[in-house]
């Protein structure tokens, strides 16, 4: 069992009605749209549970594992998920999914005041075993500086204003909605939205509103990601 409880003692992976059938697994890369999406589908007549979580941790829990927060065992499968196209893939090659649809393109940046990410001591970094993103940076990076382990972007976050580290690897639009200064780095990554197979008539109506509303998109755009639905 994976205990995500965060540094705070607090549930911010979670968000909704627990009793909501719409649940839904997102990539904590887009933290920053999870509250739009969550009052998108809410103003469409549709409860909506939300876990918001690095995508390998989701992957985890797709596949039977249990996760805590605190003393709350989470145990409820997702129907529908916004994850990495990498991660999608896989998926579809199972034959889980009963529809996919791209989603937002999103670009990793670097949170510093340096001018160069060697001259970091620290680096705050989301777990690679969590987060396709991190391993991703992590095969690139050619400096000495300490690699700061962490279970979410939020923690990252938290590890630079609190002056923990020297660094942090974020997304350019999460640098943008937390006003942090550094500067972007030549990788992006493409997000899809996945159905899995069974979906009755309100679970793919709510698939459908994420492809397509105006309103998620104009969110999205306006902190940097590209739309592609």
Same mark, same amino acid.
């Given at each position: 069992?994976?205990?995500?409880?965060?540094?705070?003692?607090?549930?911010?992976?979670?968000?909704?009605?627990?009793?909501?059938?719409?649940?839904?697994?997102?990539?904590?890369?887009?933290?920053?749209?999870?509250?739009?999406?969550?009052?998108?589908?809410?103003?469409?007549?549709?409860?909506?549970?939300?876990?918001?979580?690095?995508?390998?941790?989701?992957?985890?829990?797709?596949?039977?594992?249990?996760?805590?927060? =605190?003393?709350?065992?989470?145990?409820?499968?997702?129907?529908?998920?916004?994850?990495?196209?990498?991660?999608?893939?896989?998926?579809?090659?199972?034959?889980?999914?009963?529809?996919?649809?791209?989603?937002?393109?999103?670009?990793?940046?670097?949170?510093?005041?340096?001018?160069?990410?060697?001259?970091?001591?620290?680096?705050?970094?989301?777990?690679?075993?969590?987060?396709?993103?991190?391993?991703?940076?992590?095969?690139?990076?050619?400096?000495?500086?300490?690699?700061?382990?962490?279970?979410?972007?939020?923690?990252?976050?938290?590890?630079?204003?609190?002056?923990?580290?020297?660094? =942090?690897?974020?997304?350019?639009?999460?640098?943008?909605?937390?006003?942090?200064? =550094?500067?972007?780095?030549?990788?992006?990554?493409?997000?899809?939205?996945?159905?899995?197979?069974?979906?009755?008539?309100?679970?793919?109506?709510?698939?459908?509103?994420?492809?397509?509303?105006?309103?998620?998109?104009?969110?999205?755009?306006?902190?940097?990601?590209?739309?592609?639905?």
């Amino acid at each position: 069992m994976l205990d995500l409880t965060d540094s705070d003692n607090n549930i911010t992976s979670l968000l909704g009605y627990v009793d909501s059938k719409v649940v839904i697994f997102m990539d904590s890369a887009l933290t920053e749209l999870a509250n739009i999406i969550f009052l998108e589908l809410k103003e469409n007549y549709i409860k909506s549970l939300i876990e918001i979580l690095p995508s390998g941790i989701i992957m985890k829990q797709i596949f039977n594992e249990e996760v805590k927060f =605190g003393n709350l065992i989470y145990d409820k499968p997702p129907r529908i998920l916004i994850l990495p196209s990498s991660e999608i893939s896989s998926l579809k090659q199972w034959e889980l999914l009963l529809a996919v649809s791209n989603f937002v393109k999103i670009k990793m940046f670097i949170a510093t005041e340096l001018d160069d990410i060697c001259k970091a001591k620290r680096i705050a970094i989301v777990n690679p075993e969590y987060s396709v993103f991190s391993s991703n940076f992590i095969k690139s990076y050619k400096c000495d500086g300490e690699l700061v382990l962490v279970k979410n972007e939020g923690e990252v976050i938290k590890e630079l204003k609190k002056g923990n580290v020297d660094a =942090g690897v974020i997304w350019l639009h999460s640098a943008k909605a937390n006003g942090l200064k =550094g500067y972007e780095l030549n990788k992006t990554f493409t997000m899809q939205i996945g159905l899995f197979k069974g979906a009755d008539k309100t679970l793919i109506n709510a698939f459908e509103i994420l492809r397509n509303s105006h309103t998620i998109r104009e969110n999205a755009e306006k902190i940097g990601m590209v739309w592609l639905g």
